[in-house]
């Protein structure tokens, strides 16, 4: 089976790092300076202690595993693998040090918390040099976890703050490779690969051994940080009994843009099925009238009556929207 190739390391100012990136690479010891990351040194009683000193009093949802192992996946029904659980803070680090202190139990994991909105002054001590972009600021806390390839629309940074964490990339042109489960039911939000990384089925999924000849690693101890782009295939593994991420989520195109995710169900819903020939049709207006760009399609209109043929504003976005809502709610 293919090595993967490390990915890159850089050093400097994070801000200048990101401009123009389209490739994936680790700053070492960004974050190091970070409280979170000096009490994660301090051992679980100190990391617990910080977390809950800035914890909101307010609920917090969990993943908890159905069994033993630590892969958020799919049963063999292809229902996920877990429950929900939701409490407070305090509630959820006790469920976690239970499960840690029993050795092989069940995974207790809360992905993707809101840091503003479920912590006091974390963000503000957990601070990257990231210029005028606005991100999303989300922590991820719990046992030892896998999650398999995924990708996410917002370019990300994650900082490994806590336990280690390895990320195992691949380029977004492969995605084929991956045999990626459904769209509608995911574990994580995402489509997620298929494939046992760990001991994958070449017969079964002979693209794999592709996607591995294009792929990167990055094993990250606590204050590195990783720079994944937009629409990077990611496996992540928590290695450690406990493990803390932050991530800075941020999207180049305007906020009030669709999500790309969207538009690919609604095609689904729409073009898929319709008889071959139709397809064709479809699929080369989709060319002129998207993937082009668009320009030619709105050249012989005159200025001032091309409706959404411009470019988009936050204005035309939004009737757009609205008439798309309409028409889904028929």
Request: net charge negative; with cysteine.
């Amino acid at each position: 089976m293919a090595e993967s190739a490390p990915v890159p390391e850089l050093v400097g100012s994070l801000d200048l790092l990101l401009q123009g990136r389209e490739h994936p690479f680790v700053v070492r010891g960004l974050a190091a300076h970070w409280p979170l990351v000096r009490a994660g040194t301090q051992g679980r009683d100190a990391i617990f202690g910080y977390l809950k000193s800035h914890a909101r009093d307010r609920n917090f949802v969990w993943s908890v595993g159905k069994e033993a192992g630590a892969s958020i996946f799919y049963d063999a029904g292809m229902a996920v693998n877990f429950r929900m659980a939701k409490g407070r803070l305090e509630t959820f680090l006790g469920d976690v040090a239970a499960a840690i202190d029993a050795g092989d139990g069940p995974l207790v994991y809360a992905g993707s918390i809101d840091i503003p909105q479920h912590f006091t002054n974390l963000g503000e001590e957990s601070r990257l040099d990231l210029g005028a972009r606005l991100p999303i600021e989300s922590i991820w806390i719990g046992t030892a976890t896998t999650v398999s390839a995924h990708n996410d629309f917002p370019d990300n940074v994650a900082v490994c703050a806590a336990g280690r964490r390895r990320f195992t990339l691949f380029p977004p042109d492969q995605f084929a490779n991956l045999y990626l489960g459904p769209l509608d039911n995911t574990p994580a939000g995402r489509a997620v690969s298929m494939v046992d990384h760990d001991a994958p089925d070449f017969a079964l999924h002979p693209g794999y051994r592709e996607a591995l000849e294009h792929s990167q690693v990055a094993d990250l101890e606590p204050g590195d940080a990783l720079f994944v782009p937009s629409g990077w295939y990611h496996r992540v593994e928590a290695r450690e009994p406990f493990n803390v991420l932050v991530n800075y989520w941020w999207r180049e195109s305007p906020h009030w843009m669709g999500e790309p995710q969207e538009a690919l169900l609604h095609a689904i819903l729409s073009v898929r099925d319709l008889p071959e020939a139709q397809r064709k049709v479809w699929r080369e207006m989709f060319e002129h009238y998207v993937f082009s760009g668009g320009e030619a399609a709105a050249r012989h209109l005159p200025e001032g009556t091309r409706g959404v043929l411009d470019p988009l504003s936050a204005q035309s976005a939004g009737r757009l929207r609205a008439f798309l809502m309409r028409s889904l709610s028929r």
